[in-house]
């Protein structure tokens, strides 16, 4: 399962179990414990063996406030759902939503709501390259 973690809004997507195909699952609200809870009742239903969280990290390579509070998020998710949880480099993939979003004609609110199930999306599908290149049998790139 993919995190697009937000301050505001969360995306989530899952793959099948060949990991070919990734899907949106949810776009959901909340903060620290209370959101790695929702997000733990959602990897359990969904039989989710990791977590893929997206790291924003900026254009130079950089870290900033927003891929450290990631990082953390990362680690109480791992505390709170007991799974592996990975952060993967998402630079540009909430771009790439936008983009996807506006190519399929989404605006408005449903646009809100979808954006980030979208990114998370991305974020999968790009682990999940990266593992097939890679001949991955284990989670950690």
Not at 21 to 41: C, D, E, N
Not at 49 to 63: E, I, Q
Not at 69 to 92: I, M, P, S
Not at 95 to 115: D, P, Y
Request: hydrophobic letters at 45%.
């Amino acid at each position: 399962m993919s995190v697009d973690f937000g301050l505001v809004r969360t995306g989530l997507a899952v793959c099948d179990e060949s990991e070919i195909l990734a899907s949106p699952v949810a776009v959901i609200t909340g903060t620290g414990k209370a959101l790695a809870q929702k997000i733990k009742l959602a990897a359990f239903e969904s039989k989710a063996a990791l977590l893929v969280v997206g790291h924003p990290v900026n254009m130079d390579g950089t870290k900033g406030e927003s891929a450290q509070k990631c990082a953390a998020f990362a680690q109480t998710l791992k505390n709170v759902t007991g799974l592996d949880a990975v952060l993967w480099d998402e630079r540009l993939t909430t771009v790439s939503a936008h983009r996807v979003l506006n190519e399929t004609n989404v605006r408005g609110k449903e646009r809100r709501a979808t954006v980030d199930a979208v990114a998370a999306v991305m974020i999968l599908e790009d682990y999940l390259r990266y593992r097939k290149n890679q001949g991955a049998t284990t989670h950690t790139p």
